[in-house]
T-cell receptor, first 117, second 117 residues
Framework: AQTVTQSQPEMSVQEAETVTLSCTYD???????LFWYKQPPSRQMILVIR??????QNATENRFSVNFQKAAKSFSLKISDSQLGDTAMYFC??????????????FGQGTILTVHP | GAVVSQHPSRVICKSGTSVKIECRSL??????MFWYRQFPKQSLMLMAT?????????EQGVEKDKFLINHASLTLSTLTVTSAHPEDSSFYIC?????????????FGPGTRLTVL
């Protein structure tokens, strides 16, 4: 079974600053995908960024980037130039790869990020 | 991007009644849909996996007779909470997965807030 751990229940950052959210995971799988999802106060889950485990290059999406350390099973999210709209709960998630249906996401506990003006 | 809708967005019912929540993929066919439950400031807990035309697969500890799931078509899955009680009050979220099995093809609905009086 897979586990995903987010050790920071809450974080805060000033607008325009940079913040890093931590995530570690445990799995015996070699083929998998990792995600960061954002859940703003509206509670709509939004995909922020995705990383394939077989890719060494860290994924980036505009102001969002990850530091994927496969050997250490670490997958942190860096948010640059933080904006007020980044205030949300952030979830790290894992899914096994392979087959025609990747299926079940395993979520971490979540980190509540507050961006202050 | 792919859109998943849920209806209703919020529902209040009396204890002992049944409530049906619909999850629809609006612009794609979903071979697999997932139902989650989320308590305030907590992570998403997977309840069941629903495949079109077959019985749902429930996670351990989830009562299949209480949470009835029907995935009658490639665009619609329903969750019926039978004989609801106050402890069933929660936020229920569905997600839908496209065919093809890529790791980022799970799209989330906006959620349904259930309050049982």
């Amino acid at each position: 079974a897979q586990t995903v751990t987010q050790s920071q229940p809450e974080m805060s950052v000033q607008e325009a600053e940079t913040v890093t959210l931590s995530c570690t995971y445990d799995t015996s799988e070699n083929n998998y995908y990792l995600f960061w999802y954002k859940q703003p106060p509206s509670r709509q889950m939004i995909l922020v960024i995705r990383q394939e485990a077989y890719k060494q290059q860290n994924a980036t999406e505009n102001r969002f980037s990850v530091n994927f350390q496969k050997a250490a099973k670490s997958f942190s999210l860096k948010i640059s130039d933080s904006q007020l709209g980044d205030t949300a709960m952030y979830f790290c998630a894992f899914v096994k790869g392979g087959g025609t249906s990747y299926g079940k996401l395993t979520f971490g506990q979540g980190t509540i990020l507050t961006v202050h003006p | 991007g792919a859109v998943v809708s849920q209806h209703p967005s919020r529902v209040i019912c009396k204890s002992g009644t049944s409530v049906k929540i619909e999850c629809r993929s609006l612009d794609f066919q979903a071979t697999t849909m997932f139902w989650y439950r989320q308590f305030p400031k907590q992570s998403l807990m997977l309840m069941a996996t629903s495949n079109e035309g077959s019985k749902a697969t429930y996670e351990q500890g989830v009562e299949k007779d209480k949470f009835l799931i029907n995935h009658a078509s490639l665009t619609l899955s329903t969750l019926t909470v039978t004989s609801a009680h106050p402890e069933d009050s929660s936020f229920y979220i569905c997600s839908a997965e496209t065919s093809g099995g890529r790791g980022d093809t799970q799209y989330f609905g906006p959620g349904t807030r259930l309050t049982v009086l």
